[in-house]
C-alpha cells in the first residue's frame, strides 16, 4: 500500500511589528510577531508599556468591582438620587425657579450653580416619589434650602406647571415603596442615560 505524505502547509507571510522594519516574513512558529530577535528586541519596551497598561485597566476594573461590592443600600440611594437630580435640573435649565421665578443667569447656565432640584412632597414625608420627575423641579437654593422649600408658592407655580389634575395625585395617598438594590441601580442607569441625551441634544 502507498502512503501518500502530505505536504506541509507554507505558512502565510506577515508583516514585522516593529514599525521600522515593516518587512513581510514566512513565521518560524506560531505567534511570531517578528522577523528576526533583533526586531523582537526593538519593541520589547513598547510591549512592556502595553503589558504595563493592560495590567492597570484589569487592576483598576477590579478596584470598581470592589468598591460596588462594598456599597450600602444607602450609598446607591445617594448615587441614584444624584442622577435623577442631574436630570432635573439639566431637564429645567431654561425654566425659573419652581417656587418664586427667579431665573438664571448666563453664568448660572455655563456652570449649573446655585441650583438645586427641589422635591414638592419632601424625601422625608413622602420616600416613595423621591425619584418621581413630577415631583423634582429645579429651584433656587434659597428656596430650597433657606425657606425649607418655599412649599405655598411652589405648589402655586407646580399647578401652572403640571396642572392641578397631576398635583392632586402627588397629594394623594402612595403604597409604601421599598426599593431594592436592583431597582436602583436601574434607576441611576436610567436617568444617567436621560441626562446624556440631554446634553447630547444640547451640544
Not at 508599556?49 to 492597570?56: H, Q, V
Not at 443667569?105 to 414625608?125: E, F, K, M, P, Q
Request: include cysteine.
Amino acid at each position: 500500500m502507498r502512503v501518500v505524505l502530505k505536504e506541509a502547509k507554507t505558512p502565510k507571510p506577515k508583516k514585522c511589528k516593529n514599525p521600522v522594519c515593516g518587512i513581510s516574513f514566512p513565521p518560524q512558529r506560531l505567534g511570531q510577531a517578528v522577523c528576526s530577535p533583533k526586531c523582537g528586541l526593538a519593541i520589547k519596551g513598547v510591549n512592556q508599556e502595553k503589558a504595563r497598561k493592560s495590567l492597570a485597566q484589569i487592576e483598576r476594573r477590579e478596584i470598581k468591582v470592589r468598591k460596588e461590592k462594598l456599597k450600602s443600600r444607602a450609598d446607591h440611594l445617594r448615587e441614584a438620587q444624584a442622577a435623577v437630580n442631574e436630570y432635573v435640573r439639566l431637564r429645567d435649565v431654561h425654566l425659573p425657579c419652581i417656587s418664586c421665578d427667579s431665573m438664571p443667569s448666563d453664568h448660572d447656565l455655563i456652570t449649573g450653580s446655585r441650583w438645586d432640584a427641589g422635591h414638592y412632597r419632601s424625601v422625608g414625608a413622602c420616600p416613595e416619589l423621591r425619584f418621581e420627575p413630577l415631583n423634582i423641579h429645579r429651584q433656587c437654593v434659597r428656596c430650597n434650602r433657606n425657606l425649607s422649600g418655599n412649599a405655598v408658592e411652589y405648589r402655586i407655580r407646580l399647578v401652572k406647571r403640571i396642572g392641578a389634575d397631576k398635583v392632586d395625585w402627588l397629594e394623594g395617598p402612595h403604597p409604601a415603596r421599598k426599593y431594592t438594590v436592583d431597582e436602583i441601580k436601574t434607576i441611576n442607569a436610567d436617568y444617567r442615560a436621560l441626562t446624556r441625551e440631554l446634553k447630547g441634544a444640547a451640544a
